[in-house]
């Protein structure tokens, strides 16, 4: 292939093959109103079908293809020497620019028919927000990693080499951090249990109603179709309906399975993550492949987090929590389904270490505990009491009709949230050693954060008035692409982790880190 030079500044369009994508995605959207318009031409006249069925599919292609090509045809886009550049606008014009120096990260997406096609999209990530900046939709995938090689470059070094010198490199070595295959996918997607299917038959039957007449939601609708051909049903034994009940809810624990594996399959298909000399690499996705790169040196924290029935097993997931945004979430997955000898590479190659054996974990003070039980569990508690109290005083109400005991229901309630509060409080503990926080938290999925002392931007000290008068505080510690608290701490604790913090930041060269 030939070498492409975009670094010269000179307004370069997306692929040709672009606004066929385009069209491609606008299509599911016109499917209902071409139809209608099909049958409005067609009629009750069946004379001259073929001609009138060709000038409905010329219509509907030229209504399809016409907008993409012309937005297509006036989008363009500059690679300059201080930002990339997009104009935009068939009718009115617009245009955008990004500087380099506010560039977060460069990611490639492919879905499914852009993929066929051998075409990628760019994303420029700013950590706006959450939000890209700028788009370039689509380009041919060598074109894409070119720019992407490019951008880093001005980016991170402040000038560029020519691009045709950026492909003429030899392809860099990578390390293949973690890799999961289909078997480790597929019992990856047996815990990743989902009932997102209901909600799709769901969103179904709100269709159903409003074109078909048919009130989905109508328990008449099943009464009169047991009154009738299901009566057998009702006629069964008390063993056949317990067993039945059973099946019932075997086939909803097979549908949870199915879609969690499918979900699961199609967002981590082949998912591979690297060390390579740019940072992190991370490709994923069997319709929509992701191949997002994440240097080093962004990653601000670590998550590792577990599930109530995965934790039986041993298996964890890593995050990395960075600068740069991924499909909006501030934590780029780097390890969805791992052992715990499978992520500590991870873990030390990102420049963090796992806790180790003999660090001093502490839990939250007894105050914040008790207090937490109080306000979850009182406030409810006290409800219980008022009902009480009115059901004796208006015991001829219909609103309780001597049925007082349903009045003990919210007492129930928190009593299980002080329990909760309880459980809570054992399972959370902090510590932190000569250059890393941690928190530990979760009483059945738990979750251990890892924070570097050094990438923290800033320490914070909150009392509330229980906190104020109990003795206790809450620690927030400012971090870029995330946030990390640590509640109920006791406050002397809080100034030493203040002060440890602080001492990190002010004795660290910042230069010589960046460098």
């Known amino acids: 292939m030939n070498p492409v030079a975009l670094g010269g500044g000179e307004p370069r369009r997306t692929h040709p093959l672009s606004f066929a994508v385009k069209a ?24 001259g079908l073929a001609a009138k069925l060709a000038l409905g599919a010329l219509v509907a292609i030229a209504a399809i293809l016409l907008p993409s090509f012309l937005q297509w045809r006036r989008f363009t886009y500059r690679v300059g020497e201080n930002d990339i550049r997009v104009e935009s606008g068939v009718l009115s014009r617009a245009a955008r620019s990004v500087p380099y120096e506010r560039i977060q990260d460069v990611s490639l997406e492919q879905k499914l028919v852009p993929r066929l096609l051998g075409l990628v999209q760019v994303k420029f990530e700013t950590g706006a927000g959450g939000k890209e900046e700028l788009a370039l939709s689509w380009l041919s995938q060598a074109e894409g990693e070119a720019l992407r090689e490019l951008v880093r470059e001005r980016r991170e070094e402040g000038e560029a080499s020519p691009i045709a010198d950026a492909e003429a490199k030899p392809q860099e070595n990578a390390e293949l951090l973690f890799h999961m295959p289909p078997p480790r996918l597929l019992k990856f997607g047996l815990f990743e249990f989902s009932l997102a299917v209901f909600a799709v038959l769901g969103g179904l039957a709100q269709y159903a109603e409003t074109f078909l007449n048919i009130e989905v939601w109508d328990p008449d609708i099943y009464l009169d179709w047991f009154a009738g051909p299901g009566h057998w049903l009702l006629e069964l034994g008390l063993v056949a309906q317990v067993i039945g009940v059973f099946a019932g809810l075997a086939t909803l624990v097979l549908i949870g399975l199915v879609t969690g594996v499918v979900r699961t399959v199609l967002r981590d298909w082949d998912f591979r993550l690297e060390r390579t000399a740019k940072g992190f690499r991370r490709r994923r996705g069997l319709l929509t492949r992701t191949d997002v790169v994440m240097p080093a040196h962004r990653v601000q924290a670590l998550e590792i987090g577990t599930g109530i029935v995965r934790r039986r097993w041993c298996w964890s997931g890593l995050k990395f929590v960075s600068l740069a945004q991924d499909a909006g979430s501030s934590s780029h997955v780097v390890a969805p389904f791992a052992q715990d000898s499978e992520l500590e590479p991870i873990i030390r190659a990102a420049g963090f270490h796992p806790p180790d054996e003999g660090l001093d974990w502490q839990h939250r003070t007894r105050a914040y505990r008790n207090a937490s039980m109080l306000i979850d569990g009182g406030t409810l508690g006290l409800l219980s009491v008022i009902l009480l109290v009115l059901s004796q005083v208006l015991v001829d109400s219909e609103a309780f009709n001597g049925r007082w005991y349903m009045a003990l229901i919210p007492a129930a309630f928190g009593l299980a949230l002080a329990v909760r509060q309880y459980f809570l409080w054992r399972h959370d503990r902090n510590a932190f050693d000569e250059s890393q926080v941690y928190r530990h938290h979760g009483w059945l999925s738990p979750n251990t954060r890892i ?23 809450s620690l927030h510690l400012g971090l870029a692409g995330g946030s990390f608290a640590i509640n109920g701490i006791p406050l002397q604790r809080a100034r030493e982790l203040r002060r440890a913090v602080l001492d990190s930041i002010s004795g660290t060269d910042f230069s010589e880190l960046a460098g």
């Open 24 to 47: 491609s995605q606008v299509l599911p959207q016109l499917v209902v109103p071409l139809g209608f318009a099909g049958y409005s031409i067609i009629g009750s006249d069946y004379s």
């Open 451 to 473: 924070a570097s002392r050094v990438k923290l931007q800033s320490v914070e000290i909150k009392q509330g008035p229980l906190g104020h008068r109990l003795g206790y505080a």
